[in-house]
């Protein structure tokens, strides 16, 4: 079936450098690409997405990119807090819309160490 | 910003019995998605629901699963017979007309003992 793999299981970084995730898929029909994030005990969050029509994205310290033809994308946290600290999820999905069948990835693990 | 309640948090049962997991969606929500997810494993799409109909379901709904919302209540997942593979975290989700964005509870643990 349809995958999406997240290349780092776990994610170090000092406070205020750049953090960067990165996911891929099988699917060539994949069009939309949001990230969710995870603090401990509590439920996913929306963080920011992006659709085939662009290939980048930035929302404040949040910057997704998106490499169609490397079936690729990324989720870069620039000057990242303690509060980044949370399990991030890439997921893929064929439409937009109504649709919500999201393939996700197994999550990063992310620590921003003061 | 909006939630998604689910309850219990965790729920324990003995194989062959019947669950009901309950899922208190955002208001004013029309679509609703489980998710099941095996420790270690994806989290992976189960079915959506929209006007009181299940409107796509993956390989892993077995027959016996099932959802429903009875009168807008909780959008609730009742499985029976469970089987042992049936322990995992079920991630319930809720999402606007026209809206991409899926809003997820924090989980119910089930384990079939």
């Known amino acids: 079936g349809e995958k999406v793999e997240q290349h780092e299981s776990t994610l170090s970084v000092r406070e205020g450098d750049s953090a960067v995730i990165n996911c891929t898929y099988t699917?060539?029909?994949?069009?939309?690409f949001p990230w969710y994030k995870q603090e401990a005990g509590k439920s996913l969050h929306f963080v920011i997405d992006?659709?085939?029509?662009?290939d980048r994205k930035q929302s404040q310290r949040l910057i997704v990119l998106l490499d169609k033809k490397a079936k690729r994308f990324s989720l870069h946290i620039t000057a990242t807090q303690p509060e980044d600290s949370a399990i991030y999820f890439c997921a893929a999905s064929r439409q937009t819309g109504n649709t919500g069948k999201l393939i996700f990835g197994l999550g990063t693990t992310l620590q921003v160490q003061p | 910003g909006p939630k998604v309640l689910q309850i219990p948090s965790h729920q324990i049962i003995d194989m062959g019995q019947m669950v009901t997991l309950n899922c208190d969606p955002v208001?004013?929500?029309?679509?609703f998605y489980w998710y099941k997810q095996i420790l270690g494993q994806q989290m992976e799409f189960l079915v959506n629901f929209y006007n009181g109909k299940v409107m796509e379901k993956s390989k892993l709904f077995k027959d016996q699963f099932s959802v429903e919302r009875p009168d807008g209540s909780y959008f609730t997942l009742k499985i029976q017979p469970t089987a042992l593979e049936d322990s995992a975290v079920y991630f319930c989700a809720s999402q606007g007309q026209g809206a991409e964005t899926l809003y997820f509870g924090s989980g119910t643990r089930l384990t079939v003992l």
């Open positions: 992006i659709r085939s029509n662009v």
């Open positions: 699917d060539t029909a994949s069009s939309y």
């Open positions: 208001s004013n929500h029309l679509y």
